[in-house]
């Protein structure tokens, strides 16, 4: 195989330096952010092909440009396998994210000062659900549900308190950092009690729901985003699915296309469409089971060691970890504990915690997920060392020579499992040394991570 970064390097050794670094970052760290994952080598083989020249405004047969006829192939194969994955009559493969595809539901189903409902962003909720810095939050009329201070689960009778009083246009199921079911009948009854439109954004738990692993919100939801990464494994972007009588109703194609973007990025279209040929796989579901097994496993690990879990455990793909209530750690913050456990090999992210004291940029606690280590072919046994080697670095924070020790160990743990799509970076980073990286840019404030 020739080099990957071979022209790259003779033209731009600095981008080409960059990306083979990061490929060395992520073949020798163990990669815990649970929004992330790795694609196969042949969702990167479709999003880097050539499609990325061509423009094509417009829909299958509906174009605004001529030469579309290859663009339109791709992209009826990823409407017909996101139909059929899900379960749907209708499917917009067109969002370049998951914030664009929510975008186009709010433009589709509100007028701006419209009231809308969605969960606290501090208890799990994400930015497009009405954080002021976000374009949600700016234009519509903002209301907020939680989860209970005792149990930590969505408090659904609070939820149609607040809608009762409010009675928004639309009530926003979902979320960026809840590790357990999700009730979308309960949402859908509550909704049609206050006479509301239900959304549910299924980004996380996508490759979940897919699997039939997590109850679907297709019989439910009038519209249902989703991003098609994280579990879903497929390259970054957004899906939006509803019925037909929705999509016609609301127009989501026109919301989409010319609403909230132009022409589609036409490489990640293709690339879709083999995410979605591959998660159509019988295989696929085991995949999403091994997630699940793997959740549920490092959890117990962690809880074994003193770590509390916000609700006690998982459901799903993440958890998060509140240290300000786990066992001789209750001083650190998320922020501390992302920045050692990442010296150690560990990638996590720092996450606010239900009624979490701390600024967004700071935090109590810390989000773990599986989907990535699940793709690199981690099991149950896997699962219980990296509970060891988190609850050691954890334990004792400010001790850098362990932090060395356990990345040491963790690098030589991970050569045992090869980061899936990246055959092509193999003569790339066949040198053991991982520059040390040059100094982070001052961090302005920012919201809680999606």
Not at 234 to 250: F, K, N
Not at 307 to 315: E, F, H, K, Q, Y
Not at 341 to 348: K, N, Q, Y
Not at 406 to 416: D, H, L, N
Request: charged share 20%.
């Amino acid at each position: 195989m020739a080099q990957a970064l071979s022209v790259l390097r003779q033209q731009d050794p600095a981008v080409a330096e960059a990306i083979a670094n990061e490929a060395r970052r992520q073949r020798d760290w163990i990669e815990l952010i649970a929004s992330e994952n790795y694609v196969s080598e042949a969702v990167l083989e479709a999003q880097g092909s050539i499609f990325t020249n061509k423009y094509a405004e417009g829909y299958p047969g509906r174009r605004y440009y001529g030469g579309c006829q290859y663009m339109d192939v791709v992209e009826t194969l990823a409407i017909e396998r996101a139909k059929q994955l899900f379960g749907a009559e209708f499917a917009n493969v067109q969002p370049h994210s998951g914030a664009q595809a929510n975008m186009a539901i709010y433009l589709a189903a509100l007028k701006p000062g419209d009231s809308i409902l969605g969960l606290k962003l501090d208890q799990g909720g994400h930015l497009t659900h009405g954080h002021p810095l976000n374009f949600s939050g700016i234009y519509f009329d903002v209301h907020a549900y939680g989860v209970d201070r005792e149990t930590e689960l969505v408090d659904y009778d609070d939820l149609l308190r607040v809608a009762k009083q409010v009675r928004p246009k639309l009530i926003t199921s979902g979320a960026s950092a809840y590790p357990r079911t999700i009730d979308f009948a309960r949402m859908r009854a509550i909704a049609d009690e206050v006479g509301a439109l239900l959304w549910a954004d299924i980004a996380h738990i996508a490759g979940l729901v897919a699997a039939g692993l997590h109850p679907s919100p297709i019989p439910h939801a009038h519209f249902t985003t989703t991003t098609t990464h994280k579990t879903l494994r497929g390259p970054r972007g957004g899906l939006i699915l509803s019925s037909a009588a929705i999509a016609e109703e609301y127009n989501l194609n026109r919301a989409v296309f010319p609403g909230v973007q132009g022409g589609p990025l036409m490489h990640v279209v293709a690339a879709k469409a083999v995410a979605f040929g591959e998660a159509l796989q019988p295989e696929w579901r085991a995949y999403q089971s091994r997630i699940v097994d793997n959740a549920k496993a490092l959890a117990q690990g962690l809880v074994q060691r003193g770590l509390r879990l916000v609700s006690g455990g998982t459901d799903n793909h993440l958890m998060l970890i509140d240290l300000s209530r786990s066992e001789g750690i209750e001083e650190i913050s998320g922020k501390k504990a992302e920045k050692a456990l990442d010296e150690a090999g560990i990638t996590v992210n720092k996450n606010a915690i239900p009624f979490d004291p701390r600024k967004p940029m700071v935090t109590s606690g810390i989000r773990v997920g599986t989907p990535a280590v699940t793709s690199r072919g981690f099991g149950g046994v896997e699962m219980e060392r990296i509970a060891e080697w988190m609850a050691v670095v954890l334990r004792d924070i400010d001790n850098a020579d362990l932090q060395a020790q356990v990345a040491a160990t963790v690098r030589e743990f991970c050569a045992a499992f090869p980061v899936p799509g990246h055959a092509r970076y193999r003569d790339e980073v066949a040198d053991d040394t991982l520059p040390t990286a040059p100094p982070a840019a001052e961090p302005i404030a920012m919201p809680s991570p999606t």
